[in-house]
């Protein structure tokens, strides 16, 4: 992929001759007559680097620097002046400028300065991609599992990585579909390019259309600049659509394009954009199911749908549980402690509508309010410790029936169980059910144990 450079100068035939001499290297080349357009050129093209005139008007050129560099872009600049000094050149470099040349200079010399900048910026990116990746677990071996289905999602997670294939992951909320996701973008050889993550659901209609696609100036009120979308962010890596379901038909159509043709417009614009993107959604609705609603396009879901992939919840994978405890205990700093088999049991046997989510913030609760050597069923929250589920403590299921539940029956077998796993002494017994000792003893009383 050509690499674009923006030329900002006031003088015609200086960008005239930069233009010609790097279009012949290969570069793809935008033009700026003054800084108010260099501005408005780096937000529609994001160039890979800028070749900037010190002196222009309406600003000149170090305030455009300046400006560039406190929006947060870190593309390499290469100032351009007839007017130099030492003390001009380091002001330039302080304001965030890779090279300073005075002119006249040697076209071979701006070439080669080019070329060093481009090389020294994406080995800035790589150096901070590795320090931001020691920071984070979703690498393949971060996601933590034993369970046997879990397995052979993440070996097929391995084996479709390297692919260009379009995959769409399933699984309810707090599975960890960002985190395969990203995975999938790690082991794949974009891995060196950005991963940009949009959840569609939380969005309206239009604003993740201008999202995802940008916008022209002028497109809206209020479109005062133009704005690249996520599309064009991504460019060259991963886009992941986050709860995809949730689209609209009209963001359907325009999705279902990009990923046909590979080309987009922005929002009020007729310029066709091309892009390079692997594309990984997510959802945990039943896709089919809104295809025969009639609220999700067939042909999109078939273009998704290349490479599915589904999560079982933590409830399915129990034998998970006990690792990732351990996980979450060493990531909030508390894998000094130990936890007690009782307390783990319960961790074990709580279905965890929440999921992996849920685990988290549950050991993260108990890291920092957990005061004793050793975490017990005390330290554990009250849904967790009287089992709120489904399923009861562990000896039987309850399924909720349609109509009428016998609440005495499910509260005589609770308090049956906990006193049975605390070996008959009801001040053990209240603590796993959350309640006082008096309480209990009450209950026992009504139902003769």
């Given at each position: ?31 700026a ?12 093209m994001l ?26 872009y ?37 070439k080669?300065?080019?070329e ?25 071996e ?23 294939a379009t995959t ?26 950005p991963f ?8 309206p ?22 704005k ?17 379901g ?5 963001v ?17 614009g007729t ?18 199911q ?15 749908s ?75 929250p ?23 539940l ?9 308090v ?33 144990l």
């Amino acid at each position: 992929m050509k690499k674009r450079v923006l030329i900002a100068d006031d003088e015609k035939n200086m960008r005239w001759v930069l233009g010609q001499s790097l279009e012949a290297e290969g570069y793809e080349v935008v033009e700026a007559c003054d800084g108010k357009e260099a501005l408005s050129s780096v937000a529609e093209m994001l160039p890979d680097i800028m070749i900037l005139d010190h002196k222009m008007p309406a600003p000149d050129g170090m305030e455009v620097l300046r400006r560039l560099r406190a929006k947060g872009y870190t593309f390499p600049v290469i100032m351009l002046t007839a007017h130099g000094n030492v003390q001009t050149a380091v002001e330039a470099m302080k304001a965030g400028s890779s090279e300073y040349l005075t002119k006249p200079f040697d076209l071979d010399e701006l070439k080669i300065s080019i070329e060093k900048a481009l090389k020294m910026s994406e080995l800035a990116a790589e150096v901070s991609r590795l320090r931001e990746e020691l920071d984070k677990d979703y690498d393949i071996e971060g996601i933590v599992a034993q369970d046997p289905a879990t397995l052979s999602v993440l070996e097929t997670v391995r084996k479709v990585a390297p692919t260009v294939a379009t995959t769409i992951i399933y699984g309810e909320s707090g599975t960890g579909k960002e985190l395969v996701a990203r995975a999938l973008h790690r082991l794949s050889d974009r891995a060196d390019k950005p991963f940009i993550s949009v959840s569609a659901g939380a969005l309206p209609e239009t604003l993740l259309e201008s999202e995802l696609f940008g916008y022209e100036k002028g497109a809206f009120t209020g479109a005062m600049t133009a704005k690249p979308g996520r599309f064009e962010m991504a460019n060259g890596g991963t886009l992941f659509l986050d709860e995809i379901g949730d689209i609209s038909p009209a963001v359907q159509v325009k999705l279902l394009r990009v990923l046909q043709e590979r080309t987009f417009e922005r929002l009020g614009g007729t310029r066709s954009i091309e892009v390079d993107v692997r594309v990984v959604a997510a959802t945990n609705q039943d896709l089919q199911q809104l295809i025969a609603d009639g609220s999700f396009r067939e042909d999109l879901f078939y273009r998704l749908s290349v490479v599915p992939v589904s999560l079982p919840p933590l409830r399915q994978r129990k034998s998970d549980v006990p690792l990732l405890v351990a996980h979450f205990l060493e990531k909030f700093n508390v894998k000094d402690k130990t936890i007690t088999p009782e307390a783990m049991q319960l961790l074990v046997d709580y279905q965890w509508p929440g999921n992996i989510r849920e685990l988290e913030n549950t050991i993260e609760r108990i890291a920092i309010l957990a005061q004793g050597e050793s975490i017990g069923v005390e330290d554990l929250p009250a849904e967790v410790r009287v089992g709120v589920r489904t399923c009861d403590l562990g000896a039987r299921c309850f399924v909720l029936p349609q109509a009428g539940l016998d609440l005495e029956e499910v509260e005589l077998d609770l308090v049956k169980q906990a006193l049975d796993r605390a070996g008959g002494a009801a001040p053990k017994a209240a603590k796993l059910l959350g309640l006082t000792t008096k309480t209990l003893e009450a209950r026992m009383e009504k139902y003769g144990l």
